[in-house]
């Protein structure tokens, strides 16, 4: 890493530029380091914090090729993921998750990451979500994970810039040459030059909608992941997709966001409406073990039949030692502050019913990439493609292995637009001198009011319509926010996303005509369309967003 003072601020040099420091985002630099190049790798927190994973997790997804074991192959996982719907082919499966799976997980183990193990010696794994095999291996100390990935970065060597907001991917000659971002602590100007840029910035967007708290920080996922992997690269130009498609919602503890319905489920638990009916086979053959979103359409459709709320967990009847082991090792591993929240509210698995709601709603998505996880953008690699900690760990690693690989066939990178670069600071610290009183606080919950009121679980294009007026109309309001701090600053930069990320997903909704893909469904379009099997793009055109089906061009 070359760094080197620039009349704007400060000139960082490098190799590859890895953008988020999340699984994703560790698994690219080491997968770019392991190619013996530079490797620089920022976000906007703290490495050994940040991410989905920086409060803990408690299963990490693996296919092990175990003798015996259904369903436990390569093969098993191109099946079940292998769909047109989000265009992952056979062989990104293969290469960028299943090859690196095993691999990653024993890299964890061996720098402390406590794997729980069966009598035999075999991993202890649980199945779940639908999938047709046992492919989640549980974690004992989850809440160590993260710390343990950020000192495995260190060690190899990867520059880590902690605290480095990114808001622009930069381009020369439609190739992508760096970013341009800010220290949300110190307010110091980055420049960063590149060969070659991995957005490894997460999939969702976690507050553009709301659960029974109100709270947009008590959520599911990471709440600071505000869907800018997106926004980044729609704006650089590249195709985003599953906008669509990636809406997700969770179970969650009444009034309490957190992960964990995957050990819940699997462990057994019955789900019970507030008429004492177990329902969810109606909605699911594998019961309250199948697919996520068949759990969600299904409560929410009960409902809307007046069979609740309330709705339950019932975990009285699966052995104590499964519950233990959910309750004070898994659920703890995953979010931390479990264990105090159960303690306050008298939660016990064993012997009392867990009243359960359904969660906020993400929005989010990620740019396309082709096999060799790179996007419309040449240069420009994308690692948030797969999902869970061992999707994001191991696509990550593979996008960094490929960034690097075409970065040690360059000579130089590309250069840096002054003009442009000058204009990204001044947009950048704007507020800070603004005279105007609108918070950030503000403009976030009048866009979690409208997507609550039009994009929730049931929508209409009518509705969708004029969500899009509204959204639109607030983000003609961002010129008036105001920051007293950085840290405001940094927290209205971060809602410019989520809006950006909500007017996205609306429009990509609409031209979704169809129902039963996710977790909405459209009153005007009640039945799925066969032709609609495939992935939706959205790209960032002269007179607007440009629609491509299926492919995206360059790809």
Same mark, same amino acid.
């Given at each position: ?9 400060? +000139?960082?040099?490098?190799d ?18 392991e !190619? ?8 906007k ?28 192959t ?21 290469n ?11 890299r964890?183990?061996?720098c ?9 010696? =075999? ?70 030059r ?42 650089a130009?590249a ?25 819940i ?11 004492g009916?177990r ?6 053959? +594998? ?9 969600? !359409?299904?409560?929410? !459709?009960?409902q809307?039949?007046?069979n ?18 959910? !309750? ?6 995953d ?11 008298? =939660? ?38 797969f ?35 000058a ?29 609550m ?7 209409s294009?009518?509705? +969708?319509?004029?969500?899009l ?6 983000e ?25 990320v ?31 099997s ?22």
């Open positions: 890493m070359k760094s080197s003072t620039h009349p704007l601020g400060t +000139m960082i040099e490098t590859v530029l890895v953008i988020g420091s999340g699984a994703s985002g560790c698994g690219a630099a080491l997968g770019a380091r !190619q013996g190049l530079d490797v620089v790798l920022l976000d927190g703290k490495l050994e914090s940040s991410g989905c994973i920086g409060g803990g997790n408690d299963h990490y997804m693996a296919i092990l090729d175990e003798k015996g074991t259904p369903f436990d390569a093969e098993d996982l191109v099946k079940f993921y292998a769909k047109p719907l989000n265009g992952w082919t056979p062989a990104m499966l293969t960028g998750w299943y090859n690196h799976m095993y691999h990653m997980l024993k964890l183990e061996k402390g990451v406590q794997f729980s193990k069966n009598a035999d010696g =075999t991993y202890k794994r649980t199945q779940g979500f639908g999938q047709p095999g046992t492919w989640w291996v549980h974690i004992a100390n989850g809440m160590t994970i993260k710390r343990v990935m950020a000192r495995i970065v260190r060690d190899s060597g990867v520059h880590v810039l902690d605290r480095i907001m990114a808001m622009k991917i930069l381009t020369d000659g439609g190739k992508a040459c760096g970013v341009l971002g800010w220290n949300v602590v110190t307010g110091e100007y980055v420049i960063i590149a060969k070659t840029v991995v957005s490894a910035q997460g999939r969702s967007s976690t507050r553009g909608y709301n659960n029974s708290t109100h709270n947009p920080y008590n959520v599911w996922m990471y709440p600071y992941n505000t869907g800018a992997g997106v926004v980044l690269g729609y704006d130009g195709a985003v997709t599953e906008l669509d498609t990636y809406q997700r919602a969770t179970m969650e503890p009444k009034g309490y966001g957190c992960p964990g319905m995957n050990g489920n699997s462990s057994g638990a019955h789900e019970i409406s507030a008429v009916e329902f969810m086979f109606k909605y699911d053959p +594998m019961g309250e073990n199948g697919v996520r979103n068949n759990q969600i !359409q299904g409560t929410y !459709q009960e809307l039949e007046g609740g709320p309330p709705f339950y967990m019932d975990m009285r009847h699966v052995d104590p030692e499964v519950v233990h082991e959910l !309750q004070y090792i898994l659920m703890p591993g979010k931390a502050t479990f264990g105090d929240w159960a303690d306050c509210t008298g =939660t016990d698995f064993q012997h009392k019913l867990l009243e359960v709601e359904i969660g906020e709603l993400i929005f989010g998505g990620t740019i396309a990439v082709n096999d060799q996880f790179e996007t419309t953008i040449p240069g420009l690699f994308c690692g948030s493609i999902l869970y900690c061992s999707g994001a760990m191991c696509g990550g690693f593979e996008a960094g292995r490929q960034a690097a690989l075409k970065a040690s066939g360059m000579e130089q990178a590309g250069k840096i637009d002054e003009d442009l670069a204009k990204v600071k001044s947009d950048i610290f704007a507020p800070l001198g603004n005279d105007q009183e609108l918070t950030y606080q503000e403009l976030e919950e009048a866009a979690r009011n409208v997507m009121y039009y994009m929730g679980f049931r929508r294009m009518a509705g +969708m319509e004029r969500a007026e509204k959204i639109t109309f607030l003609e309001q961002i010129p008036q926010l105001h920051a007293g701090t950085l840290r405001d600053l940094m927290r209205c930069h971060e809602s410019c996303e989520v809006l950006k909500c007017e996205l997903a609306i429009k990509a909704t609409m031209e979704r005509k169809e129902s039963g893909r996710c977790v909405y469904k459209i009153i005007d379009y009640p039945k799925i369309n066969p032709d609609m495939k992935p939706l793009l959205l790209i960032k055109g002269e007179n607007g967003t440009e629609y491509h089906w299926g492919k995206a061009p360059l790809l």
